[in-house]
């Protein structure tokens, strides 16, 4: 059964950051590209981040350029999102999930940016 | 950025109806569509990818057509479990883009 569990988040002020991480079961993480979306209270969804399955590739969302760094350790079967000069406008539930379509999505993890 | 554009974004109906949602996109995105269905307080799950072939374990009243920048998610008979927020999201062209969502609730 594949499985996503985030971890790592938490209440952080303004300008501080935080390290995301998901861990992957019930499949062979190394091959899978992954995918970092989040969803601020009552709203949509917005893509944040996406990683090859090697680690080689990667992507961000404008609003998250230069602040966040997407990475994955597949001896770990780990995929991070390192999160520095939080604002309050990246508070959000973080998900991970596979692929560029999403096929699995973990639980999520709760991000609040305040003072 | 792609913008993706959903219609209708609250639609009532009745089990047994059909019921069908729109997403356009700014552009093209070719096949490279996918629906998610997201109930409250729980993660989102998709239903459809490439436009139109079925996740795993998703039930066969749920269909998903078009191409390029005009697609349709149907229902063929709504179901109890199907009453939630459905999202069209792109991934054809960094970044992956969402539509803001239709919420489909109880008449």
């Known amino acids: 059964e594949v499985q996503l569990v985030e971890s790592g988040g938490g209440l952080v002020q303004p300008g501080g950051s935080l390290r995301l991480s998901c861990v992957a079961s019930?499949?062979?993480?190394?091959?899978?590209?992954m995918t970092w979306v989040r969803q601020a209270p009552g709203k949509g969804l917005e893509y944040v981040s996406y990683i090859s399955s090697s680690g080689n590739a990667f992507y961000y969302a404008d609003s998250v350029k230069g602040r966040f760094t997407i990475s994955r350790d597949n001896a770990k079967n780990s995929l991070y999102l390192q999160m520095n000069s939080l604002r309050a406008e990246d508070t959000a539930l973080y998900y991970c999930?596979?692929?560029?379509?999403?096929?699995?999505w973990g639980q999520g993890t709760l991000v609040t940016v305040s003072s | 950025d792609i913008q993706m554009t959903q219609s209708p974004s609250t639609l009532s109906a009745s089990v047994g109806d059909r019921v069908t949602i729109t997403c356009r996109a700014s552009e093209s995105v070719s096949m490279w569509l996918a629906w998610h269905q997201q109930k409250p307080g729980k993660a989102p799950k998709r239903l459809i990818y490439g436009t139109a072939i079925l996740g795993t374990n998703v039930p066969s009243r749920f269909s998903g057509s078009g191409s390029g920048t005009e697609f349709t998610l149907t229902i063929s008979s709504l179901q109890p479990d199907d009453f939630a927020t459905y999202f069209c999201?792109?991934?054809?062209?960094?970044?992956?883009?969402f539509g803001q969502g239709t919420k489909v609730e109880m008449k």
């Open positions: 019930g499949f062979s993480f190394s091959s899978v590209e």
């Open positions: 999930a596979r692929y560029k379509s999403l096929d699995y």
């Open positions: 999201q792109q991934y054809n062209t960094d970044p992956w883009t």
